[in-house]
């Protein structure tokens, strides 16, 4: 089983919609999750980060986090077709030296 | 504030050979990750320095090697270059650990004939 394990994709939905993007990781003592966005040819650029369970807001974008379920998602409202990269989970493993990357989602959002 | 910086950006190199890459990171930060990106594997955790130190090492055998300086910027060095050592190379840094919120390079480009 892989460590972090998120749907590669892709994951198309129409601008103005919201897209949904999930992840799920396998090691209980990681406290810390990311969200990457890395565009085709780029290096992966950090969007979100949260800690705690719940959900944490910043402009169009929402991370939601679940402990007990091991599972992590970012949600992106009002989606524009700049939005159109691959997004990467990332989680601690049990340290702060070391993060643990999904594969990533691929996001299309068309016109 | 300056970002992170990697040099050089692109490198061709034949099997055999070895190769230094080099990061600085973000001013006040003192880690630095690096990380191998490949299409098949994605990204893959190489080590982290903290204050010179290596804290952490990923599963790669011992021809990956690296090191920081007192200012914090950080070489890596690949020996026996193989084929499948074809990938981008990036670089993290973070103010005490990629765990509390990492910045990446815009990543090495090195191609092995």
């Known amino acids: 089983q892989k460590e972090v394990e998120q749907n590669s994709g892709p994951l198309s939905v129409p601008e103005g919609a919201i897209a949904s993007l999930n992840c799920t990781y396998s090691?209980?003592?990681?406290?810390?999750f990311f969200w990457y966005r890395q565009y085709s040819g780029k290096s992966p650029e950090l969007i979100m980060s949260i800690y705690s369970n719940g959900d944490k807001e910043d402009g169009r974008f929402t991370a939601q986090l679940n402990k007990a379920s091991q599972y992590v998602s970012l949600l992106i409202r009002d989606s524009q077709p700049s939005d159109s990269a691959t997004y990467l989970c990332?989680?601690?493993?049990?340290?702060?030296?070391?993060?643990?990357f999904g594969t990533g989602t691929r996001l299309q959002v068309t016109l | 504030k300056a970002g992170v910086t990697q040099t050089p950006r692109y490198l061709i190199k034949t099997r055999g050979q070895q190769v230094t890459l080099s990061c600085s990171p973000i001013s006040g930060h003192r880690s630095v990750s690096w990380y191998q990106q490949t299409p098949g594997q994605g990204l893959q955790f190489l080590f982290e320095y903290f204050s010179e130190t290596q804290r952490n090492k990923g599963n790669f055998p011992g021809r990956f090697s690296g090191r920081q300086f007192s200012n914090s910027r950080s070489e890596m060095n690949v020996s026996t270059l193989e084929l499948g050592d074809s990938a981008l190379y990036l670089c993290?840094?973070?103010?005490?650990?990629?765990?509390?919120?990492?910045?990446f390079g815009p990543g090495t480009r090195l191609t092995v004939l």
């Open positions: 993290a840094s973070s103010l005490a650990g990629v765990g509390l919120e990492g910045f």
């Open positions: 090691d209980r003592v990681s406290q810390s």
């Open positions: 990332a989680v601690d493993a049990g340290t702060a030296s070391k993060l643990t």
